[in-house]
């Protein structure tokens, strides 16, 4: 497994800049389409609670930024979450002519979530610069919280990604679901501290990642350390048993594709 990982860096490589190029080449807003949804995310839920139409309660942080720089983070998971499925899927002619390591067709996804977020940072910054937020030493600890995020997201991914080249369904499936889980999860609104809701959230893994890494990014405090790490170890561990499956299926799934 190692030796195919890394037999595989200058094929992810390739995938991942021809991905890359393809997408913003063909598109007039270019790299501002990583940006736009969580600024029109942001207009809509401010709009909403300035008006009473919601009540979402009191935030750390200025709400519009709290919510830009949330749903900066979500996307960034549904991304990890979704990529492992659409390369297996659109690299269904290339699995079924050609023997290379499955493991390529990964990390150029992978690649390409770390890209996206990389032109994210750029509304973070002006976030920080226009709501004054303070930036502490913590800070640097943040990207450490994103990757483990990130691992949580692939793990899920991972794992669906045989059967999501054979059937849509997985596809279709993906959306509705990270459709509901973002409302399940905090980033239009605080934790809540009670409640069925609140034990939901709270139970909900990608939460204290996504929580423990705005934290890191602007306040410096760590409110669950100990779901943190559980849902670290949740991630890191379900992403190698993960790795397992897919290399124990994928031979299977080359077999019915070239059929």
Aim: charged share 10%; proline share 7%; hydrophobic share 55%.
């Amino acid at each position: 497994m190692v030796h195919d990982l890394l037999a595989s860096r200058e094929l992810a490589w390739r995938l991942l800049v021809r991905d890359i190029s393809a997408k913003y080449r063909q598109s007039f807003l270019g790299i501002f389409w990583a940006i736009i949804p969580p600024v029109i995310m942001a207009v809509g839920f401010t709009f909403a609670k300035g008006s009473g139409v919601v009540n979402l309660g009191n935030t750390e942080l200025p709400y519009p930024a709290y919510v830009m720089f949330s749903m900066t983070l979500w996307q960034t998971f549904v991304e990890a979450l979704n990529g492992p499925v659409q390369a297996v899927t659109s690299a269904k002619p290339m699995l079924a002519r050609i023997n290379f390591p499955r493991e390529a067709l990964i990390i150029a996804k992978l690649g390409e979530v770390f890209f996206n977020f990389g032109i994210k940072l750029i509304l973070i910054f002006g976030l920080f610069l226009w709501f004054k937020i303070p930036i502490t030493w913590s800070v640097i600890l943040a990207p450490v919280a994103l990757i483990h995020l990130v691992l949580l997201g692939t793990f899920i991914g991972l794992l669906l990604a045989p059967m999501g080249a054979l059937y849509q369904d997985f596809s279709m499936g993906l959306t509705l679901i990270s459709g509901l889980w973002l409302f399940l999860t905090p980033v239009v609104y605080p934790v809540p501290n009670s409640g069925v809701f609140g034990s939901i959230v709270k139970l909900n893994p990608v939460t204290p990642l996504l929580v423990t890494t705005r934290e890191l990014a602007t306040t410096g405090v760590i409110s669950n350390p100990q779901g943190f790490w559980i849902a670290s170890l949740i991630a890191i561990l379900g992403l190698l048993l993960a790795w397992i499956i897919y290399r124990l299926a994928m031979p299977f799934v080359v077999e019915r594709i070239s059929s």
